[in-house]
């Protein structure tokens, strides 16, 4: 099993910056990606940011994020980071970490984050 506890969310203003943290424990070896999708009321989960963990770490972003979220590693801390800057109403909902590994996925419990205009 993997554990994955994020935090970091919270409320803040458009055009505001937060900083999303999500650790891994327990059986981490070997997950092949982490990322970070969010699901906001009344809508479907989404992919906001997944980076690889592989030597080099590819990384993909949806469209509606490329250019204001970054989103980082740590391996050494088992950590993924979601960076985002010029916040917009429509980045509110409930972000949740994903680890994946060949066959199992694997999700945090969620942290909110709320951006008002």
């Known amino acids: 099993q993997v554990q994955l506890v994020e935090s970091g969310g919270g409320l803040v203003q458009a055009g505001g910056s937060l900083r999303l943290s999500c650790a891994a424990s327990?059986?981490?070896?070997?997950?092949?990606?982490m990322g970070w999708y969010r699901q906001a009321p009344g809508k479907q989960r989404e992919l906001v940011a997944e980076?690889?963990?592989?030597?080099?770490?590819?990384?993909n972003y949806a469209d509606s994020v490329k250019g204001r979220f970054t989103i980082s590693r740590d391996n050494a801390k088992n950590t993924v980071y979601l960076q985002m800057n010029s916040l917009k109403s429509e980045d509110t909902a409930v972000y949740y970490c994903?680890?994946?590994?060949?066959?199992?996925?694997?999700w945090g419990q969620g942290t909110q984050v709320t951006v008002s205009s």
């Open positions: 980076i690889t963990l592989t030597r080099g770490g590819s990384i």
């Open positions: 327990g059986s981490i070896f070997p997950i092949n990606a």
């Open positions: 994903n680890a994946k590994k060949i066959t199992q996925s694997y």
